[in-house]
């Protein structure tokens, strides 16, 4: 009969049975050493797994506050608001006109430079921001349903002037265009009231637009600034 793993492992003599005993403990000790490194190993790769997302996700949320930073530092200035106007405030500087309102076809030789109203052509400019000098007999058109045309000269206003100006403009109702041969470096001009400013940070701007922007006092008050004619340069 074959000797058992049991038989095998067991000694008559009391010395080689330690010794047998001894070998059994240090294979076990071996076994557990060798899962207790596993073990380690294990944690150790799951901490280095944490570190590394943590990271990431630390880099990740950085890189998303710098966007919206970003997004609140660089976003363009809202338009301005205005309540409108017709207040009868007295501005300084502002002349006062008395145009008459016709549709005529072909050009118009104005009185005033830039136009402030009188005869116009039947289709309004529609307003907005233009890079190029519009019709006078269009923009004054748009004047005449309560519209704020900003005109300038684009040899002065240029750079962090014009964009001086153009953060103080409301989102409807104006006219942003160049014009070529303008005696001043800036003129606001509503239906029968102009002001000539020579710079994008006076006061007076923001004035005029609260008390002429879409007034009551001009000949159609609360017609369309939108559905007429665009211009070429419009943005």
Request: net charge negative.
């Amino acid at each position: 009969m074959s000797p058992t793993p049991a038989d095998k492992r067991t000694s008559g003599n009391p010395a080689t049975q330690a010794n047998i005993n001894l070998t059994v403990k240090q294979q076990r000790e071996q076994k557990r050493q060798e899962k207790l490194a596993e073990y380690q190993k294990q944690l150790a790769k799951r901490r280095r797994s944490k570190l590394v997302w943590w990271i990431v996700g630390s880099t990740a949320a950085v890189v998303i506050v710098g966007l919206i930073v970003a997004s609140i530092v660089f976003a363009p200035a809202p338009p301005k608001q205005y309540e409108a106007g017709s207040d009868g405030v007295e501005i300084e500087g502002v002349e006062t006109f008395e145009n008459e309102t016709d549709h005529v076809e072909g050009t118009v030789e104005y009185e005033q430079n830039p136009p402030a109203g009188g005869p116009h052509n039947q289709v309004w400019l529609n307003c907005g921001i233009y890079d190029q000098p519009v019709p006078n007999e269009n923009a004054v058109h748009a004047l005449e349903h309560g519209a704020v045309w900003v005109t300038y000269d684009p040899a002065s206003v240029t750079g962090d002037e014009l964009t001086t100006l153009k953060a103080q403009l409301p989102s409807s109702y104006v006219v942003l265009s160049p014009y070529e041969g303008l005696d001043t470096p800036i003129a606001l001009s509503n239906w029968n009231h102009q002001l000539k400013l020579d710079s994008a940070d006076d006061e007076r701007i923001g004035q005029f637009f609260e008390e002429y922007w879409r007034s009551q006092n001009v000949p159609e008050p609360g017609a369309l600034c939108t559905g007429g004619l665009d211009a070429p340069g419009k943005q």
